[in-house]
Nanobody
Framework: QVQLVESGGGLVQAGASLKLSCAAS????????MAWFRQGPGKDREFVSA????????YYADSVLGRFTISRDNAQNTLNLQMNSLKPEDTAVYYC??????????????????WGQGTQVTVSS
């Protein structure tokens, strides 16, 4: 049974940093495209960042480029998201997801088969 469990969310002030982690079980995360999505209050779920299976290429939404860094620890079977210079508009529930899709689908939530339960990130101004 596949499980993705996120951790690391919290309440921080603007400009602070947080590191999210996603512990995977029941699958080998290095053989999946792994991604972070987020859903803010009253908003649709949106792509944040992804790392591809195989060569581990990283992808970012324009809104987080240069502030967030995605990484994968194959030994621990975990996915991480280092978030720096946080802004109030980063406030959302952050979800970890896994996909076996082709690279052209890496930003689309509809292509991800497995999802975590989410972790809340709140950034105050």
């Amino acid at each position: 049974q596949v499980q993705l469990v996120e951790s690391g969310g919290g309440l921080v002030q603007a400009g602070a940093s947080l590191k999210l982690s996603c512990a995977a079980s029941g699958l080998t995360s290095s053989t999946y495209n792994m991604a972070w999505f987020r859903q803010g209050p009253g908003k649709d779920r949106e792509f944040v960042s992804a790392i591809s299976r195989g060569n581990g290429r990283s992808y970012y939404a324009d809104s987080v480029l240069g502030r967030f860094t995605i990484s994968r620890d194959n030994a621990q079977n975990t996915l991480n998201l280092q978030m720096n210079s946080l802004k109030p508009e980063d406030t959302a529930v952050y979800y970890c997801a896994a996909s076996r899709g082709v690279l052209s689908t890496i930003r689309g939530p509809e292509y991800y088969s497995f999802w975590g339960q989410g972790t809340q990130v709140t950034v105050s101004s």
